[in-house]
Each structure stands twice: as structure tokens, then as C-alpha cells.
């Protein structure tokens, strides 16, 4: 989720992004193969702040695999100390998706690994040329101004530092296509989701762990439908639902079990089906808090029914955005 959703600026960095990781497990002498266990370095979203996705460590022969950076330097020095605790370099930085809220860390790490790969489908270039513009010129005129707290100004500054460092943001190793690629040395199932929560997201299938990480392709308490192309969304997800996992992590809140990504698809599926129906917004709201309820935390359902009022009725139900989202950004 980016700039433009000022619902709810910003953040105490003090609690954001401790790691709850389990400890490593230690390899043994005589075998060096990696854990084959990703680990998770939770996102956090906190009231009044912008969201950090959630990070997913993989570790790899010739160091960590990071799957997206988040957005506050919280996150990323909980993945910077989780790197020193396991002693082993960041390698190989995954982008899901080009939102900040994934990829605004990436300066961070790269500044402590500068060899560290880049891995992304390259619909960057076409934020930066059809997005970012406008959402450097909306938070350059709120840091004008004597709006907001500092923590909330903290975190405009640090969306527009990223903006304006681009080579950061952008894949060393763009990825164009679906299938099998070499990261470090262990061999992972990236696939390439056109037009759906951005103009092409990725998600990885790492068959070993039976393990699903699937970006903002799922997000539990709400979808994030700010760049959102929804009937790509929908797709992807169906092509998610093909695959045998046993475990999801999302790009925000908690990882799922297979079924439980089924209830939170058919969730999605059904607020889409309700905003192309000539049904009250209010009545989608309802029904996404019904069928996704074990998914919404009791106390964020105020902001929760706040942000899919809005994506309703300024994304699903805006023919315009639909079609701005569904084709390529940087025209
Ligand atoms: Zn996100």
C-alpha cells in the first residue's frame, strides 16, 4: 500500500518489526544444505501509520534470500539483525511488487550488502513514470507544510528519499516470466502475476517447505487495492489455489493454511462479485466482514471497513481506475 491512502499516516517506529522468528536451525557438520524453512519477519500496521509487508527469509547456499524490504527502518534493521544472527550475508533481495511498503527498505540493505541482487518484475519503470510523479508531489507539499506528526512526516520522508532512488528500486535480475530460477544457489519457483494487485506482481513457490509467499496477492484483514487490477487479481489467485501448499504467507498479517486461503479467496472473490453488482457499498463492506471475518483483528475493523469503503467505491466500482490499472502504467 502506498502514498496516496492518507486514511491513516504513520507510525511509532518504537514496536514496528521486532522479529518473532523462530531460532535457526543449525546446520550439521557433515551437512551443509540449507534450512529449507523460510522464516518470516512480520510486517506491522500500526493505527495512524502506513503498513510494512511482511519479509520472508530463505536461506541459501551462498547467503539469505530476502522476500521485500518494508518500508520503516524498524523492519529493516529486524532484518538486518536477523542476517547477523544466522551470520551469513543478504544475497538476493525479492520484490513482490513494487509498493513501498515492500521495496522502500531496499536502500537499507543494500547499503549493508551491496552485492545483494535485486529480483523483481521490472513494472517499476512504469511507476516511476506514471505513479511515482504524483505521489512525490502530493508528500513534498504535505512535508510543506505543518500538517502531521513527526513520526508521520519520518515516514513521507522516507517514501520520497526511496522515490528519488531509483536504483534501488529497480531489479538488477528482472524477472519477465514464470518458472524455475537459481537465487544464490537454491532453486525457487517465481511466478509472474499480470495486472493484478500492480501492474505485474510475483509470487514464489518454495516446494520444499510446501510454501506459498504470495505478496499483496493476499492481504488478510483487507486487500490493498490502491493499483489494483481486479479481474488479473482474481485470476492470480485461482492460479495460487492450484498449487499444493500447506502454508501462505501474505503480504500482510498472519500465514494460512491452504483452506484457510480458500475462505479468504472465496472472500475476495465475492466482494468483487458485490461491487460489480448494483449492490450499497455498505452491503459489500458486510459481506467482506462476514465471509473474511476470521481474518479482520477485532480491533482493526474500523479501519478495515474504512479502507474497502474507499477501494469500493474509488477503485472496484471507478471504470477509469480499472482501466488505468489494468494496462501498463508508463503507457
Ligand atoms: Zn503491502
Given at each position: 500500500m502506498w502514498l496516496r491512502l492518507r486514511l491513516l499516516p504513520c507510525l511509532l517506529l518504537l514496536g514496528c518489526g521486532a522479529p518473532s522468528a523462530p531460532a535457526p536451525v543449525a546446520a550439521a557438520p557433515t551437512a551443509p544444505a540449507p534450512d529449507p524453512a523460510p522464516v518470516v519477519i512480520p510486517g506491522t500496521?500500526?493505527?495512524h501509520a502506513g503498513p510494512d509487508g511482511n519479509s520472508v527469509v530463505l536461506d541459501a547456499p551462498r547467503g539469505l534470500i530476502v522476500v521485500d524490504t518494508g518500508r520503516h527502518l524498524a523492519h529493516q534493521e529486524a532484518l538486518l539483525a536477523h542476517a547477523r544472527a544466522v551470520g551469513k550475508p543478504i544475497a538476493v533481495i525479492v520484490n513482490t511488487h513494487w509498493h513501498l511498503d515492500h521495496t522502500g527498505g531496499n536502500a537499507e540493505l543494500l547499503a549493508a550488502f551491496p552485492d545483494a541482487e535485486v529480483v523483481a518484475t521490472p513494472a517499476i519503470d512504469g511507476a516511476l513514470a506514471g505513479f511515482f510523479p504524483d505521489s512525490r508531489a502530493r508528500g513534498a507539499a504535505f512535508l510543506a507544510s505543518d500538517r502531521g506528526t513527526p513520526a508521520q512526516r519520518d515516514e513521507v520522508a522516507r517514501d520520497l528519499a526511496a522515490i528519488d532512488d531509483p536504483a534501488a528500486l529497480r531489479p538488477t535480475r528482472p524477472i519477465t516470466r514464470s518458472g524455475p530460477v537459481d537465487l544464490a544457489g537454491r532453486t525457487v519457483e517465481l511466478r509472474v502475476a499480470p495486472f493484478a494487485a500492480t501492474?505485474?506482481?510475483?509470487?514464489?513457490?518454495?516446494?520444499?517447505?510446501?510454501?506459498?509467499i504470495a505478496g499483496d496477492?493476499?492481504?488478510a484483514s483487507v486487500p490493498f487495492l490502491d493499483t489494483a487490477?481486479?479481474?488479473?487479481?482474481?485470476?492470480?489467485?485461482?492460479?495460487v489455489d492450484a498449487v499444493p501448499f500447506t502454508?501462505?504467507?501474505?503480504?500482510?498479517g498472519a500465514p494460512m493454511t491452504h483452506a484457510e486461503f480458500a475462505t479468504w479467496r472465496a472472500a475476495f472473490?465475492?466482494?468483487?462479485?458485490?461491487?460489480a453488482s448494483a449492490a450499497p457499498t455498505a452491503d459489500c463492506v458486510a459481506g467482506w466482514d462476514r465471509a473474511a471475518a476470521a481474518f479482520i483483528p477485532v480491533d482493526d475493523a474500523e479501519r478495515t471497513d474504512q479502507m474497502l469503503t474507499y477501494y469500493v467505491d474509488e477503485r472496484l466500482r471507478a471504470a477509469d481506475e480499472q482501466a488505468r490499472y489494468c494496462a501498463p502504467l508508463g503507457g
Open positions: 500496521f500500526a493505527p501492474e505485474a506482481d510475483l509470487w514464489i513457490v518454495d516446494e520444499p517447505s510446501h510454501t506459498v496477492l493476499v492481504v487490477c481486479a479481474a488479473g487479481w482474481r485470476a492470480a489467485l485461482a492460479d502454508r501462505l504467507v501474505p503480504g500482510h472473490d465475492g466482494l468483487l462479485d458485490c461491487a
